[in-house]
């Protein structure tokens, strides 16, 4: 409150003193106790010190399903304020009757003095009806108030001035509330002193009920703010279900895994996604029922997501965690797809359940050659050179800086020098707490993007049906590779012994056959040390566990060309009964690159450069035939014998005459041609 001399101009101060009261119904006149709010106070005091200390009083409680009311932790209330706008003059006072307020009810009353004012407040009590001083009930004064029930506040200003009383009614109601001024009015016209009460505002406590909520309050004095502040809590999110043998704190497991769960924290974004698909109240689990939710495959995805790697800054770390704040309803599909995303996995519909798939090391299990699919054959697919990327900026939630977003630049410098400029992707890696998985995920990506691009699709038989999205699969494709390298296993095969469905060249070296059993499952067995020849039956080094099924494929691998591998991306079955499947490249050795630096070779999958050989028996005979017109012209036939290889697709002639340009023709997969209008004797 603040006056000034008109005179001097100096700021003088005065004081003036207020009563507020509350009368129960039939009780006495009670003076109210009560915090206190200022409002536009100053910072600083008179000799400019800081008057900024922090005081922070937090209190945390969780799976509140009880109904709360006053108790401080989450005090939900309604207020209601009744403008009054009341002059009040010196010794005058103003009644508000009959308050129709419940129990638990707290009232501000709101007293304000113009511009230039000077107020003091004094709050004191009086019976009941006969407007007296004398107290007739004990007040529990908070702390910071006077004990006698007066608080004083002094000061000057030159703006309006607001203060506020609070105080918990007492006794039972309806109340009346009153409002005294107990200072004389100002006399000096240099002095005003006018003070006004405002509004009255009742705020009545709620009883609400907070199930399956953690509640954190924090109380803060207001004076020291000048807004709310913004607060950043680092907590463990929601209690889901995990494997019983699973500790989750050492992401330990203990024997084999029975199929029950229990209830645990945890941060592995496997248990996340079964959690987030099963629950009924915020996930799908009124739509998608736990029977058909491939637990067995997230445990494998879960343990592969434990496993410790290093963080590229020196230590150790889980491959992948999720610390994810969900706080918006979004469409279910692209929720699970963008937190399958946080394993390198996907989700996917098969045979009536969700079935689940992650980029991860796998041994192949299944393969196919020229043999077994559709005529077509083998369909390759790559992607432009402009859509991949050589750097990426990798968007993650730092935890030392209140986990707010933070940018980890990762690039392909050999990449970058072989393109001759910069492509960047900029990525937000949802769930990521730590910079070292945000590198590997920013690798990841320039690496699946320049190595793993092709793409491959084909249509086989009833075959097509065994492997699954995710899965890897071997491709022998001789037209490829250059070599026939797979085919068909024939009758009379044996654990001990292979028949082939044609003969196929033995190359020198070390050499490896895989078939598939009888009980649909890949095996690989070495060869023994044999010199290049040309065989129907292969003996491997180490009989097969089981025998071959027969009809089945077979290829045979050696360290100069190895059979392609592809990670199935779709399956799809046609009207026809027959099976569309697609994949896309995949190379085992880039996971030993991504987390630990290792050099990556690509392997040797094709002998492209091998040169057919010439043809035999090459023969040349001119005839004259009947042109145009009953001329008569001349023509050479030429002629050769077939070359015996697979790869050989056709034959291609060309031919000139002294030293003109060579002349082409059209590819042609018979052993004969004819030359047409030569020149006879030529």
């Not at 390759?380 to 940018?407: E, F, M, S």
């Not at 920013?442 to 491959?456: C, H």
């Not at 250059?482 to 292979?498: L, V």
Request: glycine share 8%; hydrophobic share 35%; net charge negative.
């Amino acid at each position: 409150m603040t006056s000034q001399d008109m005179s001097s101009g100096d700021l003088n101060g005065t004081s003036v003193d207020l009563l507020v009261e509350v009368q129960p119904v039939g009780g006495a006149w009670q003076a109210v106790p009560g915090a206190s709010s200022w409002h536009g106070m100053p910072a600083t005091g008179a000799t400019g010190a800081s008057r900024y200390q922090l005081g922070v009083d937090c209190r945390v409680a969780s799976n509140h399903t009880q109904a709360s009311n006053g108790s401080g932790m989450v005090d939900v209330s309604v207020k209601t304020t009744f403008v009054i706008s009341w002059r009040l003059n010196g010794g005058d006072w103003y009644v508000v009757q009959q308050q129709e307020l419940g129990l638990n009810t707290t009232l501000v009353v709101d007293v304000q003095a113009n511009s230039a004012d000077v107020v003091d407040f004094s709050v004191s009590a009086t019976a009941a009806g006969r407007y007296t001083t004398a107290p007739s009930w004990t007040i529990n004064y908070a702390q910071g108030l006077i004990a006698d029930g007066r608080v004083t506040i002094s000061g000057k200003t030159t703006s309006p001035y607001a203060r506020d009383v609070s105080f918990r009614l007492p006794g039972e109601g309806p109340w009346n509330v009153r409002v005294t001024r107990l200072t004389a009015d100002s006399t000096q016209a240099a002095l005003q002193d006018k003070t006004y009460w405002q509004a009255l505002t009742d705020i009545v406590d709620d009883k609400l009920r907070y199930p399956n909520s953690a509640l954190c309050a924090l109380a803060v004095d207001a004076s020291q703010f000048s807004s709310v502040p913004t607060r950043a809590y680092d907590l463990y999110g929601l209690l889901i279900r995990v494997p019983g043998n699973y500790d989750p704190l050492t992401r330990s497991y203990s024997g084999p895994w029975d199929g029950t769960f229990k209830i645990a924290w945890s941060d592995n974004p496997a248990w996340v996604f079964y959690d987030l698909v099963t629950h009924p109240r915020y996930g799908l689990g009124d739509y998608v029922p736990e029977a058909l939710v491939d637990q067995w495959a997230l445990y494998e995805i879960a343990r592969y997501c434990d496993e410790l790697v290093p963080d590229g800054f020196g230590g150790m770390e889980p491959r992948f965690t999720c610390n994810l704040y969900l706080q918006s309803r979004q469409d279910a599909y692209q929720v699970l797809s963008d937190l399958a995303g946080v394993f390198r996995g996907m989700a996917y519909w098969s045979a009536g359940g969700v079935g689940f798939a992650q980029d991860a090391p796998k041994d192949p299990s299944y393969q196919f050659t020229n043999a077994n699919v559709a005529e077509a054959g083998f369909n390759y697919a790559g992607a432009h050179r402009n859509t991949i990327h050589n750097a990426v900026l990798v968007t993650w939630n730092d935890p030392a800086n209140l986990c707010k977003q933070a940018v980890e630049y990762v690039e392909d410098s050999e990449a970058i020098i072989e393109a001759g400029y910069l492509r960047e992707a900029n990525v937000v890696a949802i769930g990521c707490s730590s910079r070292g998985m945000a590198r590997r995920v920013g690798k990841w990506l320039l690496y699946t993007e320049r190595y793993e691009a092709d793409s491959v699709s084909f249509t086989t038989g009833l075959e097509g049906c065994l492997p699954q999205p995710g899965d890897v699969i071997r491709i022998s494709d001789c037209f490829r590779t250059g070599e026939r390298r797979g085919g068909r296993i024939g009758r009379d095969s044996t654990a001990e012994q292979i028949v082939l469905d044609a003969p196929v060249t033995v190359p020198a070296g070390t050499l490896r056959l895989a078939v598939i059993l009888d009980d649909g499952s890949l095996q690989e067995r070495e060869l023994p040390p044999v010199f290049e020849t040309e065989t129907r039956t292969v003996i491997p080094a180490t009989p097969f566990d089981r025998p071959p099924a027969i009809g089945s494929s077979w290829i045979l691998a050696s360290d100069d060309l190895l059979p392609e591998l592809y990670r199935v991306t779709t399956v799809t079955e046609q009207d026809d009964g027959s099976y569309q499947i697609e994949g896309l490249r995949h190379y085992p050795d880039k996971y030993a690159l991504i987390e630990e630096d290792e050099p990556f070779t690509l392997p040797d999958s094709d002998n492209i450069g091998l040169v057919p050989g010439p043809v035999g028996q090459l023969s040349f005979t001119e005839v004259l035939y009947e042109a145009t017109a009953g001329s008569v012209r001349s023509k050479v036939l030429v002629s050769w014998s077939p070359l015996r290889n697979d790869l050989v697709r056709g034959y291609q002639l060309a031919y000139r005459r002294e030293c003109n340009d060579w002349v082409q023709l059209a590819e042609t997969a018979s052993t004969s041609l004819e030359v047409l209008d030569t020149v006879p004797g030529w």
